[in-house]
Nanobody, 123 residues
Framework: QVQLVESGGGLVQAGGSLRLSCAAS????????TGWLRQAPGKERDFVAA????????YYADSAKGRFTISKDNAKNTVYLQMNSLKPEDTAVYYC????????????????WGQGTQVTVSS
């Protein structure tokens, strides 16, 4: 079983940037698709971005394209989400998740996810 710990959230003004990190233990991320989901108050948990096992392919929700960049460092067993040009509507708890398949493509839940990190964007 893989354990995921997110960090890097915080309070930022609109237009600012944050970099989220997801550190994994127990299993190597090179075995998984790893991604980020977010959940705003009163809303469902939505897909944000994902990256395949070797980092060669990335996938983004429309809301993230052009502003967010997902990357991974297999040597550190860590995945990152660089978020630029943040908007108030990006405010949510961000969760790191892993699965051996591309869960977002078929609407299923990922195998595992972390406890989340809060991102708050003020206007």
């Amino acid at each position: 079983q893989v354990q995921l710990v997110e960090s890097g959230g915080g309070l930022v003004q609109a237009g600012g940037s944050l970099r989220l990190s997801c550190a994994a233990s127990g299993r190597t991320l090179s075995s998984y698709y790893t991604g980020w989901l977010r959940q705003a108050p009163g809303k469902e948990r939505d897909f944000v971005a994902a990256i395949n096992w070797n980092g060669a392919s990335t996938y983004y929700a429309d809301s993230a394209k052009g502003r967010f960049t997902i990357s991974k460092d297999n040597a550190k067993n860590t995945v990152y989400l660089q978020m630029n040009s943040l908007k108030p509507e990006d405010t949510a708890v961000y969760y790191c998740a892993v699965d051996q398949g591309n869960w977002w493509a078929n609407g299923s839940r990922p195998q595992s996810w972390g406890q989340g990190t809060q991102v708050t964007v003020s206007s």
